[in-house]
């Protein structure tokens, strides 16, 4: 079963018919659909989404992230299970440092020195994360570092939670992200941060099948 962020390599054979499928690559300009059309062909991922009302039940939901210079779209594609060839592994931010502006490079090692003293990986998704996996020029001023951390210990997630917001106040870069919990589901780090202490704190968890609101301390007991 999929869960939130899983990235899916497609078989170039079926994507054709999976593309014609979708009414969202029937708007596209010629440039970001001649991208797309080629984008199972260049071994390029697509990423696990929350199903729509108008998915159906028949299809895998899955999306595909355009750059800016073609529009910082998303495309929702529908596609059949027996189209994915593999799923492909995550990518941990410390695999993807090179990748990096180099006036980041001192906050993406600060981050991951704070994964390697709590001992959590952080994995990525967002702009950084498509640039890595494309070699494409997803990142643009202003983009932010997004970040998944594993569920901490109870002990942890304090230490974690302070550590980021120092780090995302001393900059360049916003840091933006999730605190991953049980079968996929995640919430918000700021958020999590901001009601943590709070008597009755309660943050919004995501995940597969929608968004509902969990006090914090049933979360990590």
């Given at each position: 079963?999929?869960?939130?962020?899983?990235?899916?390599r497609?078989?170039?054979?079926?994507?054709?018919?999976?593309?014609?499928?979708?009414?969202?690559?029937?708007?596209?300009?010629?440039?970001?659909?001649?991208?797309?059309?080629?984008?199972?062909?260049?071994?390029?991922?697509?990423?696990?989404?929350?199903?729509?009302?108008?998915?159906?039940?028949?299809?895998?939901?899955?999306?595909?992230?355009l750059?800016?210079?073609?529009?910082?779209?998303?495309?929702?594609?529908s596609?059949?299970?027996?189209?994915?060839?593999?799923?492909?592994?995550?990518?941990?931010?410390?695999?993807?440092?090179?990748?990096?502006?180099?006036?980041?490079?001192?906050?993406?090692?600060?981050?991951?020195?704070?994964?390697?003293?709590?001992?959590?990986?952080?994995?990525?998704?967002?702009?950084?994360?498509?640039?890595?996996?494309?070699?494409?020029?997803?990142?643009?001023?202003?983009?932010?570092?997004?970040?998944?951390?594993?569920?901490?210990?109870?002990?942890?997630?304090?230490?974690?939670?302070?550590?980021?917001?120092?780090?995302?106040?001393?900059?360049?870069?916003?840091?933006?992200?999730?605190?991953?919990?049980?079968?996929?589901?995640?919430?918000?780090?700021?958020?999590?941060?901001?009601?943590?202490?709070?008597?009755?704190?309660?943050?919004?968890?995501?995940?597969?099948?929608?968004?509902?609101?969990?006090?914090?301390?049933?979360?990590?007991?």
């Amino acid at each position: 079963m999929l869960q939130r962020h899983d990235l899916l390599r497609v078989k170039p054979g079926g994507w054709p018919a999976a593309l014609a499928a979708s009414p969202g690559f029937q708007d596209l300009e010629y440039g970001p659909r001649r991208l797309v059309a080629g984008w199972a062909e260049r071994g390029w991922p697509v990423i696990a989404r929350r199903p729509a009302a108008d998915d159906g039940e028949a299809g895998l939901a899955v999306g595909l992230p355009l750059p800016p210079a073609y529009g910082k779209l998303r495309l929702a594609l529908s596609i059949p299970a027996d189209l994915v060839a593999e799923t492909v592994a995550a990518v941990p931010l410390s695999a993807a440092a090179g990748s990096a502006p180099a006036g980041w490079r001192p906050q993406v090692e600060r981050l991951i020195a704070l994964g390697e003293r709590l001992a959590l990986q952080p994995i990525l998704f967002g702009a950084l994360l498509w640039q890595r996996l494309t070699g494409l020029p997803y990142l643009r001023l202003g983009s932010d570092i997004d970040l998944i951390w594993p569920r901490p210990t109870a002990t942890a997630l304090p230490d974690l939670l302070e550590t980021l917001d120092r780090l995302d106040t001393a900059g360049p870069v916003r840091l933006d992200g999730e605190i991953a919990l049980s079968a996929g589901s995640g919430v918000n780090w700021r958020e999590l941060r901001q009601e943590f202490r709070r008597p009755g704190g309660a943050v919004l968890v995501k995940s597969m099948d929608g968004a509902d609101i969990r006090c914090v301390h049933t979360l990590f007991a």
